[in-house]
């Protein structure tokens, strides 16, 4: 095998949540230049469907617009997909939020608005879109990639209590999944990314040069750097790779 075809997506259909910006944005663009047919989804349609137009230079890239967090949402992607391919290669987990607030004065809603959509979606979206991930993983192993947090790993200063909760449950859900789902040929890991500049991580994202001064590395994450860890995982490459969450952080856990 060459090493164009262990890291080639060509052939395979690809959904990621979350994908109209930042890091999934990152990971659609790394699998359309791999080959694959990527469908992204959000929340906002317009920013969805531009972003969507934006890529399908690069390839096939068909925006699927829907509210992953909840049931009625999840329902309508799947049966949007199904309209247009009869299985899924590869699901990517994206869609999160965050939630900072003083311990004292931290609200239920904030706190059920981020485990919902990070830690419940990707169990239950998983769950709604296996048996398309069943009838791919007959020809070749189908991948379920959760993209965690290094925050599910390691303390930040930061008071966001639901999100590093939700990140670090997501990592233990995946290694609990992959153990069920590789029976079905279905391979689930996870990808927890550092500093990598989004709406998300407004201070890399606008505090670039002080947020590097941190990191190890000496920078903040570049695109390449998280298309390069998908594509690894959601390849031939990374069939062997079961239940493990790949740090993309530029060393920032090992200096914590």
Same mark, same amino acid.
């Given at each position: ?8 997506? +060509? ?115 998983? +769950? ?40 670090? !449950?997501?990592? +233990? ?34 505090? !670039? ?28 490459? !990374? ?18």
């Amino acid at each position: 095998m060459s090493m164009n075809e262990l890291f080639s997506l +060509q052939g395979r259909t690809a959904l990621i949540t979350g994908g109209s910006r930042g890091i999934g944005r990152m990971i659609a663009a790394g699998f359309l230049a791999q080959g694959a047919r990527v469908y992204i989804s959000a929340r906002k349609a317009a920013a969805c469907d531009q972003t969507a137009r934006e890529l399908s230079s690069q390839g096939h890239c068909v925006s699927l617009p829907a509210d992953v967090s909840t049931p009625d949402g999840i329902a309508g992607l799947v049966a949007a997909f199904s309209k247009h391919e009869s299985q899924l290669d590869i699901l990517v987990n994206n869609a999160g939020a965050a939630w900072g607030a003083p311990f004292d004065d931290f609200p239920e809603g904030g706190w059920d608005k981020v485990v919902d959509l990070n830690l419940k979606t990707p169990f239950f979206l998983t +769950q709604a879109l296996a048996p398309l991930l069943r009838k791919a993983a007959v020809q070749r192993p189908a991948k379920v990639i959760n993209i965690a947090s290094i925050d599910g790993i390691s303390v930040n200063p930061m008071e966001t209590y639901s999100y590093a909760a939700s990140k670090a !449950g997501l990592i +233990q859900l995946t290694r609990r999944m992959a153990l069920r789902l590789i029976h079905d040929n279905i391979v689930v890991t996870a990808i927890a990314p550092g500093a990598f500049a989004s709406d998300m991580n407004k201070d890399a994202r606008d505090h !670039g040069d002080a947020v590097a001064a941190r990191v190890p590395a000496g920078r903040v994450g570049e695109e390449a750097d998280m298309a390069g860890a998908a594509i690894y995982l959601a390849s031939r490459a !990374g069939d062997y790779v079961v239940g493990s969450t790949l740090v993309v952080d530029g060393g920032v856990t090992h200096a914590r």
